[in-house]
């Protein structure tokens, strides 16, 4: 695979980073995951501003410009096989002996590849899938979109663990997020979500989904529902660049709603494929 290194590409196993690399030693960087279809990458705009959102957070300048960004991602989006599946890009704070002050002079290590679409599936399309409550153990700016995701790795475990997908991560009894996704209660025909404050990641699927559930005049209320709202909704669903749009048809072995996905989610993720169509023919970004 060729992947892109601090503006050289070369195939993956000659890509090189130093140990001490801040993203290695601390977690010290952020990241992105963008989508792409027909070679087009997703919400590319959206992308590139929530990645300069979480630079700005972390104050790693990488000297950039947005037109350096379109290009990188355009170009690996045009060499992407088949041209489905996703970028992944890193950003970390660079090389520097290891101390928790900024070191002077360090330029930041940018690193990206391409790789093919993991096809969701079809169960898990057609049945909804399980998902875990778990305390929020993350820090309070899950606004930033960072590669220190220990947290989320740990949850992500734990749910599986105890036979779920995903994790719906609760902080003061409200369900703000999942641990990789993000979540949507459905109550009497209202679609409610978490407000994109600095305790949830703006995703840009999310922000869609929104969108698209505004065009369809349903109602959207973004208050985190609590523990209640969502195991009594009539319907969840979690959303992401990775797995798009899922249901969660049982959390902690209890059925939502009547056990299936819904009519909203049925009516949202048409919504979302319709969109996605629209991309691969290059008529909107
Ligand atoms: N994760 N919330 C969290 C904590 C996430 O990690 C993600 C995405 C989202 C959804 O954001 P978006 O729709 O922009 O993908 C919400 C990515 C896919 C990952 O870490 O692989």
Request: aromatic share 8%; glycine share 8%.
């Amino acid at each position: 695979m060729l992947v892109y290194l601090n503006g050289e590409w070369l195939p993956d196993e000659r890509a090189r980073i130093s140990v001490f690399d801040r993203g290695f030693t601390f977690g010290d960087g952020v990241y992105e995951v963008i989508p792409v279809y027909a070679s087009r990458p997703f919400r590319v705009e959206r992308h590139v501003a929530r990645l300069k959102r979480s630079l700005g957070g972390t104050r790693i300048d990488t000297g950039y410009t947005d037109r350096q960004w379109f290009d990188l991602l355009d170009n690996l989006g045009q060499h992407l096989p088949m041209g489905e599946g996703s970028i992944y890009l890193q950003v970390t704070r660079g090389v520097s002996l290891r101390q928790h002050t900024f070191p002077a002079r360090t330029p930041p290590t940018v690193f990206a590849y391409a790789r093919p679409a993991i096809a969701t599936a079809n169960r898990d399309l057609a049945q909804g899938i399980a998902a875990a409550l778990l305390a929020d153990i993350r820090w309070a700016r899950c606004d930033i979109k960072t590669t220190s995701l220990i947290a989320n790795v740990l949850l992500t475990q734990e749910a599986a663990d105890r036979g779920a997908s995903e994790a719906l991560l609760v902080r003061d009894n409200q369900v703000r997020e999942g641990a990789a996704s993000n979540v949507f209660a459905v109550r009497h025909g209202r679609l409610y979500t978490a407000p994109a404050d600095h305790l949830i990641l703006s995703g840009i699927t999310r922000e869609l989904v929104l969108e698209l559930a505004r065009q369809h005049a349903v109602d959207v209320i973004e208050e985190s529902p609590t523990v209640e709202d969502v195991c009594t909704a009539d319907e969840v669903l979690i959303t992401s660049s990775g797995r798009g749009m899922l249901a969660v048809t049982t959390i902690d072995g209890a059925p939502v709603g009547d056990g299936r996905p819904g009519a909203l989610f049925r009516l949202l993720y048409e919504a979302l494929q319709t969109f996605k169509d629209a991309v691969r023919r290059g008529e909107v970004r």
